[in-house]
């Protein structure tokens, strides 16, 4: 008799769906009766010890955000409310897959995760150096970052998990072939782009919203590092990254970024060409055109590499009054795994932390746990309602509403052309840099044990565009994809 090889829960119950997060319909928001998805990313949570599970390495910088552009029509968020006005920040850049002490220069993804310490508390844009994500449903993260981690058996890294599971999850190829590309190795984090990635909702003092996605567009022009060029600086200086970001703000030379946003009016949703809650997407600029807002300067460098870096938190949920959130459903993971993260990684009171505390009074009914040191609440009223005149909600700030419907049911995304936008980037390119995209894929892939997964990725390449995945496929020695559709 042939043994079943099921999916279970840590309490051996049979998982019924390991690709899609429980939403209400099909546009979320997630639901927290999903506790399969909830287990999933709170152990995740807990599997490193001491340092982040993703975003190990990271480097960080004071500085300030300048508006200059009154975009008031759309979001009622105070520190955006007139021109000129200033906002203290902190910025963390970070690799993704590498631990503590691993190079800079390596091929990943960078964190680019900014703290607004604004007048109504703070606010996290947490984002990367891409416009987009290799996954659009958070259930699939922990597993995703599996196959970047150590190979628990050899404990080395191991192409053939990471091929594997991109093979077999198609919505990867936008963000692999940005990563693949010139752009997977920045030549300083002072030359790179940032992105918020997911969408977001802002809304305006009438109580009316529009769709954003966020764009920082470096003032010192975007540089990457050649594959050799990044290999030798590995081996010679591996805290290159982080050394440069330090001694440019440290001679005067500060950083600086202009933030754009897209606006999308919330109907658009509904009848745009792909879903605009995909972070595996990006936007056309054509169709939702650049708006700046303001302007970003890094000034002054940790005075403690621990207390602010190291303890530095962020959480695409810590938000202000004028921003809220979308049915994006990695952000909706996201807004619960990020906190957790931090209520393990470094304290249930991690938001005390001077990096982290807000420049406002915070004033709340939250009393005790590891690491409390402050005057713990002192005497005052703990509990909510009071006749002791205690602070109380302000219901002017509340989430705008937005309507739900559907099946409580975990639902897939309705769209799934995961090849035109990946191959419009591809034909964007220029000979020389699809010839190096080429190049660094087939040499990512010829380690990959199983032909099966190389073929099944050439496959998709193919969709992308025939000379993508001919070109690939020639390089591998493979034959090329007949009849691919």
């Not at 619960?336 to 807000?358: C, E, K, S, T, W």
């Amino acid at each position: 008799m042939t043994k079943k090889n099921n999916l279970t829960t840590s309490w051996g119950a049979p998982v019924g769906d390991n690709q899609n997060s429980m939403t209400a319909g099909s546009r979320g928001p997630t639901l927290i009766q999903d506790v399969h998805l909830l287990e999933k990313l709170a152990h995740f949570n807990r599997e490193r010890v001491p340092e982040r599970v993703v975003h190990a390495k990271g480097a960080g910088a004071h500085g300030y955000f300048e508006v200059t552009n009154d975009l008031t029509k759309y979001t009622k968020a105070a520190f955006l409310s007139e021109v000129g006005k200033r906002t203290p920040l902190f910025i963390r850049f970070s690799t993704v897959a590498g631990e503590l002490g691993s190079a800079d220069t390596v091929r990943d993804p960078r964190g680019f995760a900014v703290k607004f310490y604004t007048e109504e508390g703070n606010y996290d844009l947490v984002g990367n150096n891409t416009p987009v994500f290799f996954i659009r449903d958070a259930i699939k993260f922990p597993d995703f970052i599996h196959t970047q981690k150590r190979d628990p058996k050899t404990h080395l890294k191991n192409p053939t998990a990471v091929w594997d599971f991109w093979s077999l999850s198609p919505e990867s190829l936008h963000q692999v072939t940005i990563l693949m590309s010139d752009r997977g190795i920045p030549a300083t984090l002072r030359h790179m782009h940032g992105f918020g990635s997911h969408t977001f909702k802002w809304v305006n003092d009438k109580g009316e919203g529009v769709w954003v996605k966020y764009h920082f567009k470096t003032e010192q022009g975007v540089k990457n590092l050649s594959v050799e060029a990044a290999a030798k600086m590995a081996g010679e200086n591996p805290d290159y990254h982080t050394e440069d970001l330090f001694n440019a703000i440290e001679n005067g030379d500060y950083p600086s970024w202009k933030l754009c946003v897209q606006i999308m009016p919330l109907e658009d949703a509904n009848t745009y060409r792909f879903d605009p809650f995909d972070v595996t997407k990006v936007w056309s600029q054509k169709d939702y055109p650049l708006i700046e807002v303001g302007r970003m300067v890094l000034n002054r460098n940790p005075e403690n590499y621990f207390a602010e870096v190291e303890q530095a938190t962020f959480s695409p949920g810590t938000l202000v009054p004028g921003i809220d959130v979308s049915p994006d459903k990695m952000l909706q993971g996201r807004l619960f795994a990020y906190h957790d993260a931090h209520r393990y990684r470094v304290g249930a009171n991690h938001q005390m932390l001077p990096i982290n505390r807000p420049k406002n009074e915070v004033q709340n009914y939250q009393r005790d746990g590891q690491m409390r040191f402050d005057n713990n609440g002192g005497g005052s009223v703990y509990y909510e309602p009071n006749s002791f005149g205690g602070p109380t909600e302000v219901h002017e700030h509340k989430q705008a509403a937005y309507p739900v419907s559907g099946l409580a049911e975990s639902v897939a995304y309705d769209h799934n052309d995961h090849y035109t936008q990946a191959g419009d980037l591809y034909r964007l390119m220029s000979e020389e840099e699809r010839s190096r995209l080429v190049a660094n894929i087939v040499a990512a892939m010829k380690p990959v044990e199983k032909e099966e997964i190389k073929l099944r990725q050439i496959q998709h390449f193919f969709k992308a565009d025939p000379d993508y995945g001919t070109r690939i496929a020639k390089g591998l020695g493979l034959a090329v994809p007949q009849g691919v559709k």
